[in-house]
DNA sequence: GACATATAGTCCAGACCATACCATACTGCT
DNA sequence: AGCAGTATGGTATGGTCTGGACTATATGTC
């Protein structure tokens, strides 16, 4: 046992502290806002990190010794956070230790599904229409992305970043969402036909 | 607008409000644990819903009266909890409204090949590996449920909501799971090769 | 009776979350 | 200059969620 390797830290480092090293270690000292962005312009299109988290979590990480803050005396008073040896140690020891939990898959849609049959017909099949609907927009925004379509317009910012994503980990964005379609087109032509008897 | 129906109840009801309606809606009066082994049989394959809620979230229901208690007055005091009319009610009107949310994708390997470059490409390939064994065991999980090799042990319980999740939605998840074997063998072969290069 | 395992439920601190709110800066119009 | 409107940037609040650790009852079995 003894996981740890820190001898207990105040508090575990999460996903989000994960992103927010990885954001300013390849993206320099970042302002929580800009890091707000690049989620939004990247991660945050299937996993939805509340932008309260994106100013909180920086703190934790200065008081961790993984960030260090400096904050405009006047003005916006941003704060800006840089990382330190720590944070990048951190990272590192984190990428050279694979993650092995499974994927959280949640969705409303799927689970109004999961009881359709308490439901009518007619519901199961508008069901399947708004899901169709979300799907194919979710599947067209992926394509323009990987087109390049975005990224570009704003500003040069959070081009490494942008990138990244493009190549990496959006096609996996584009394999779910043609899944999805494939999956509520059978629903809306099959109907929940409860083809599990037999 | 003026959304709600109710009046303004004290609280919204989210997805594991509806989740603990249509569970007990469709297998009768049940106790927490009960709702706890379905769940894990079923949609908790892939979205997690802590036990403690599963407990907690029932009272909440109670209290807006879309469900009734009973409790055994000696032994191991279990709450047995049965819908209501109004409970009933607010199922249906929740399936005839489709939900509009996105799909939310959480998955912690995904995250770190997102920060891939950050790393070696050792630990890449190690993160793709990993994937690879995670997904391929859901996959031959997800097969054996389909043809029915489990489900039937233990008990005769919950065999509607069994049956009607291997018929409907544990589809979804076959689909999601092939998506992410191709896409983690992809990453496999290629590596983060930065592809993404023109 | 002693021990192990499965069943059933409770509790809690800390993290999370949505949402509303506050403040500063820029932009264009008159 | 004065003002409105919008984008930028950040904070506050309180309920909700979370993951353990913990307690206790029942069943078996040596």
């Given at each position: 046992m003894?996981?740890?390797?820190?001898?207990?830290?105040?508090?575990?480092?999460?996903?989000?502290?994960?992103?927010v090293l990885g954001l300013i270690e390849r993206e320099g000292p970042s302002?929580?806002?800009?890091?707000?962005?690049?989620?939004?312009?990247?991660i945050g299109h299937f996993w939805s990190f509340p932008h309260a988290l994106l100013y909180k979590e920086p703190a934790r990480l200065v008081e961790l010794g993984l960030l260090t803050e400096e904050r405009e005396?006047?003005?916006r008073r941003r704060r800006l956070f840089t990382?330190?040896?720590?944070?990048?140690?951190?990272?590192?020891?984190?990428?050279?230790?694979?993650?092995?939990?499974?994927?959280?898959?949640?969705d409303a849609g799927l689970l109004q599904l999961f009881f359709?049959?308490?439901?009518?017909?007619?519901?199961c099949r508008a069901l399947a229409v708004a899901q169709l609907a979300i799907h194919r927009a979710a599947l067209a925004r992926y394509e323009d992305d990987r087109r390049g379509?975005?990224?570009?317009?704003?500003?040069?910012?959070?081009?490494?970043?942008?990138?990244?994503?493009?190549?990496?980990?959006?096609?996996m964005g584009l394999l779910y969402e043609r899944a999805a379609v494939e999956f509520w087109e059978r629903?809306?032509?099959?109907?929940?036909a409860d083809d599990a008897r037999r």
């Open positions: 003894s996981i740890d390797t820190t001898a207990a830290p105040p508090t575990r480092l999460t996903s989000t502290s994960y992103l302002t929580p806002y800009e890091l707000k962005r690049h989620v939004a312009a990247t005396a006047e003005g990382i330190t040896v720590r944070g990048r140690a951190a990272i590192r020891a984190w990428l050279a230790k694979p993650a092995h939990e499974p994927t959280e898959l949640r359709a049959d308490l439901g009518s017909t007619d519901d379509d975005r990224g570009l317009n704003g500003s040069d910012a959070a081009a490494r970043t942008v990138e990244h994503w493009r190549g990496v980990t959006l096609p629903v809306f032509w099959e109907g929940v």
